[in-house]
């Protein structure tokens, strides 16, 4: 039963990221992409070092593998958030649950090989993308091809994170993490907006950003990002990513509820068979005949 209790905690995490889509959007339509995410994970850092500090727990190291998990974040929730800006939340959040596929295609630099099965999986969730797509908006399928390209990061993210879980303490991983990704998320809205807003206006958009900024600081990075990091100790990176591709159902289901984004037939059917080919393509293999 112990092992289940990992599993749950997977699939919490990916209930408060599918939510987080909302939050994302709305905070998007206040500030630039970059500084939300700047803002978010540096919440998220705080966090988790006043956490460290209440629970008592010993000095936090700093490694190499913590921080190049920080640009990986970096770079996968930059795609995403960027792409947000334009696309729906339900449709990137199954776009990005594609990572589950990408995840075992990863596998291939451990020298795996690639199943019929797997390419079957392949074909059907990128037939459900394109049925998710509206193509007569050039700019809308090119927001969700950043969000796939993420995707491909968050596959990444998920392999990194199990590649150094047991080299270094959960608080210290998720903060080296949290603390790069903000920095560099700054540095770059930083860039983008000098001299284009001044600090009353700076402030009060932050302000009008503040609900979707707690959200996704406290619950998307502090807890449910600790979460993953927490719980991929125990579960490997396949059943993760397998647990992990449900925050597209959470963020359908939001999108609908909070931002009433319109769910049609063809968006259904994309959902459908993405679902199908996500769940296919980690499906356990037949095993081998004794001798």
Request: hydrophobic share 55%; aromatic share 10%.
């Amino acid at each position: 039963m112990i092992k289940y209790k990992y599993h749950f905690l997977l699939l919490l995490t990916a209930a408060i990221w599918g939510f987080a889509f909302v939050a994302q959007r709305l905070g998007n339509a206040h500030i630039d992409p970059f500084l939300f995410n700047g803002l978010r994970f540096g919440i998220g850092a705080v966090s988790v070092w006043l956490l460290a500090l209440v629970s008592g727990t010993k000095a936090i190291r700093f490694s190499t593998g913590g921080l190049l998990l920080g640009l990986v974040l970096f770079t996968a929730s930059s795609l995403q958030q960027v792409g947000l800006v334009w696309t729906t939340a339900g449709a990137a959040g199954f776009i990005t649950g594609l990572y589950i596929v990408f995840v075992p295609l990863i596998g291939l630099v451990r020298k795996q090989a690639i199943s019929p099965r797997l390419i079957m999986a392949l074909v059907l969730s990128l037939g459900g993308l394109v049925l998710m797509n509206d193509f007569s908006d050039l700019t809308v399928s090119a927001a969700n091809g950043l969000v796939l390209i993420g995707a491909v990061f968050w596959a990444v993210h998920v392999q990194y994170t199990d590649k150094c879980r047991q080299k270094q303490d959960t608080l210290s991983l998720v903060i080296n993490q949290y603390t790069v990704a903000a920095l560099a998320s700054l540095l770059v809205s930083l860039v983008l907006n000098w001299d284009s807003l001044g600090e009353v206006e700076l402030l009060y958009r932050i302000g009008r950003a503040g609900w979707p900024l707690l959200y996704g600081g406290l619950f998307s990075v502090g807890i449910a990002f600790s979460l993953q990091a927490y719980a991929q100790k125990h579960v490997a990176p396949t059943p993760a990513a397998l647990i992990l591709c449900t925050e597209g159902v959470f963020a359908l289901i939001s999108g609908f509820l909070v931002l009433k984004e319109r769910i049609d037939l063809s968006s259904v059917m994309g959902a459908v068979l993405i679902s199908i080919g996500m769940i296919l393509a980690l499906l356990p293999g037949k095993k081998a005949n004794p001798a």
